[in-house]
């Protein structure tokens, strides 16, 4: 999936010119519908892309079952990568004064055990 997005320039306006990252695809069970979890390198706003990978997702389909040879090839339900939004929030969480102050407060004193 990741391979058909780096090589594939899509005519669609809403995916052309944008790098889409593909960072996890989850098959159900009976292995008819594949999570495509997406991400767009350096913004956030990949909900603006959702139609558009809809709109395509049955050519992504298709070129998936011809280059891995499936007789059926997944359904394809794309959603937003937001695991790389919450460990920037954690990150900057951890950076707050508050947090410091509290790690620190937390931490034995180096001078003790000597």
Do not use: C, N, Y
């Amino acid at each position: 999936m990741a391979e058909l997005f780096a090589r594939t320039t899509f005519r669609d306006p809403e995916l052309a010119d944008t790098a889409v990252t593909v960072t996890e695809v989850r098959l159900s069970p009976d292995f008819k519908h594949a999570t495509v979890f997406v991400a767009r390198l350096g913004r956030s706003d990949v909900d603006a892309l959702l139609p558009g990978l809809k709109r395509v997702a049955p050519w992504l389909r298709t070129q998936m079952s011809h280059k891995l040879r499936l007789r059926v090839a997944p359904e394809l339900h794309f959603q937003p990568d937001t695991t790389l939004d919450e460990a920037m929030h954690m990150d900057a969480l951890l950076k707050s004064p508050d947090v410091q102050r509290d790690i620190a407060a937390a931490q034995p004193e180096d001078d003790e055990e000597d």
